[in-house]
């Protein structure tokens, strides 16, 4: 998992920077980014694109990176991404996780298939970055959780909508709670709810 940020070093990029991003396709709540650059040689816990992480293991995970990398995290509203579109807002949160950075990269490995525009630093966009860089898979957990975090805070505020289960993702519960209660103020006005 570090063979591409191996490569990068032998190109003399030390500071090498997995970037990716939690909640694109919910209906409420942030999009949330994380930078990490992998300081440690190793981790003694699993390290693996979150998805693939029970919600306990991503927690051990992420206070591990967390405690022994350099992480940045950002973010774009909900009423961002409706201003902007949720790619647009989506690089507007990975540019506000790099620059959370405690230290510049040099090199920026981005989940999928699209370059951040714009971006002062050089950078690759990795098909399934999650599945081959260590330090995109390491950003993978940072995000998740941090965005689930928000959203439990959120279930607070709003609990009709049971924002600690579904994250704001369309389950059928989520969607009936909006046919019910309308939307609240973390919800995306630009996300179509079907059925509704």
Known sequence: ???LEEHLKKQGFQRVV???EAGRGPLAGPVVAAAVQILPASFSVEIRDSKALSPRKREQAYEEILSTCLVGIGQASASEIDEL???QATFLAMKRALAALPAEPDFCLVDGSLPIPDL???QKAVIKGDQLSLS???ASIVAKVERDRI???YHELYPI??????KGYPTKEHREAIQKAGRCPVHRRSFRVAGL
């Open 1 to 3: 998992m570090l063979r």
């Open 18 to 20: 997995g970037i990716d």
């Open 85 to 87: 579109n949720i790619l």
């Open 120 to 122: 002062q630093w050089p």
């Open 136 to 138: 995109i898979a390491a």
């Open 151 to 153: 959203m439990d805070g």
């Open 161 to 166: 909508y049971n924002f600690s289960q579904n």
